[in-house]
């Protein structure tokens, strides 16, 4: 980290706390998709994990970069029982922050919290997800989430 991110990473990391301690997470912090995107390039050893299915991300798109362990498994929707095994494998708990992402933020946030009883001191959610909250119209990628926030992503 360069001496001129250390205050914008101080303070995305203070938010991400103070979330995680107003909503009684059991991981050290939440963050927003711009937030995620800005600690992730910043610090260095941070790893941005999508937890969604392999069909969405060859059907909805995917974040450069991220690494892929599903949560849950298409079609079927059944949990992955090997979750914890392949994150242990991956990912070193003392490398530093441990991001997840999913499509709406709730995979990820039970994911950040398994990664946290596993020992990942610096686990985050990214809140909202890559296709953010349902609209009014019950359809995703309008209000907010990774792609309204203009981040990187591909398709296809």
């Not at 927003?32 to 992730?40: G, K, M, Y």
């Not at 090997?82 to 946030?109: I, P, Q, T, W």
């Not at 596993?118 to 009014?136: I, P, Q, R, S, T």
């Amino acid at each position: 980290m360069s001496e001129t991110s250390a205050p914008l990473v101080d303070s995305i990391l203070a938010r991400a706390w103070q979330r995680a301690t107003a909503l009684a997470l059991p991981y050290r912090g939440a963050l927003t998709p711009a937030d995620a995107f800005a600690l992730w390039h910043a610090v260095g050893g941070a790893q941005l994990i999508d937890v969604r299915t392999r069909a969405e991300l060859d059907w909805v798109g995917r974040v450069p970069g991220a690494l892929h362990i599903e949560w849950n498994s298409y079609p079927g929707g059944v949990r992955n029982a090997r979750f914890a095994e392949e994150l242990e494998r991956a990912v070193d708990k003392h490398a530093g922050a441990v991001l997840f992402l999913c499509r709406s933020g709730n995979r990820s946030h039970h994911a950040a919290a398994v990664a946290a009883q596993l020992g990942y001191a610096d686990a985050y959610n990214v809140l909202e997800g890559f296709e953010g909250d349902k609209d009014a119209h019950g359809h995703r990628n309008t209000l907010n989430g990774w792609r309204v926030a203009g981040l990187p992503w591909t398709q296809g």
